[in-house]
T-cell receptor, first 114, second 115 residues
Framework: EDKVVQSPLSLVVHEGDTVTLNCSYE??????LLWYKQEKKAPTFLFMLTSSGIEKKSGRLSSILDKKELFSILNITATQTGDSAVYLC??????????????FGKGTLLTVNP | SQTIHQWPATLVQPVGSPLSLECTVEGTSNPNLYWYRQAAGRGLQLLFYSVGIGQISSEVPQNLSASRPQDRQFILSSKKLLLSDSGFYLC??????????????FGPGTRLTVT
């Protein structure tokens, strides 16, 4: 059975701290790994990673994929209260024909206290 | 630009009542469409996906059904709700034919409470 496991499930930090969120996976026909940020409602897209060892960066957020060890990390530096959210990891896999599906982890709840 | 709408935003329904949730996408044609459910403490679970009008694939056996009567409209239904149907329902879309290279874009969701 395909699995996507995120850790930790929850994390409380102070503003200015750096955090690392983890995502490991066991998925057949892997194509890419995606990170989303979910505040109150819709998940919003952060990164899509397809190649090992190439860091993707957006402001204080960065992410990298290791396709040999089957994991990804999401780093947030100099955290702010606005970073408080659930961070979701999803793996895109080929399901046949022209179809691709996402399997999600349970998410990491990040709370940043002032 | 593309936008995705869902309604209603919240819904409280008694057990045994019917359900209809609607999702529409604007600004694109022939999108792939998805229904997910997010239960408390769990990740997003794919319920249905559709690659075209009238083409629905079900991912898990359940009390729900989906239909796609128009190109950019996706409906989630139930004839009789169960308590276990409570959750946050998210609709998503991705461009057709290029699914490998695009993320899925999510709607604002419907929070359903079955009492």
């Amino acid at each position: 059975e395909d699995k996507v496991v995120q850790s930790p499930l929850s994390l409380v930090v102070h503003e200015g701290d750096t955090v690392t969120l983890n995502c490991s996976y066991e998925v057949t026909n892997f194509r890419s790994l995606l990170w989303y940020k979910q505040e109150k409602k819709a998940p919003t897209f952060l990164f899509m990673l397809t190649s090992s060892g190439i860091e993707k960066k957006s402001g204080r957020l960065s992410s990298i994929l290791d396709k040999k060890e089957l994991f990804s990390i999401l780093n947030i530096t100099a955290t702010q209260t606005g970073d408080s959210a659930v961070y979701l990891c999803a793996v895109k896999w080929y399901s046949g024909g022209s179809n691709y599906k996402l399997t999600f982890g349970k998410g990491t709840l990040l709370t940043v206290n002032p | 630009s593309q936008t995705i709408h869902q309604w209603p935003a919240t819904l409280v329904q008694p057990v045994g009542s019917p359900l209809s949730l609607e999702c529409t996408v604007e600004g694109t044609s022939n999108p792939n469409l998805y229904w997910y459910r997010q239960a408390a403490g769990r990740g997003l679970q794919l319920l249905f996906y559709s690659v075209g009008i009238g083409q629905i694939s079900s991912e898990v056996p359940q009390n729900l059904s989906a239909s796609r009567p128009q190109d950019r409209q996706f409906i989630l239904s139930s004839k009789k709700l169960l308590l276990s149907d409570s959750g946050f329902y998210l609709c998503a879309w991705s461009p057709s034919g290029t699914g490998e290279y695009y993320e899925q874009y999510f709607g604002p969701g419907t929070r359903l409470t079955v009492t």
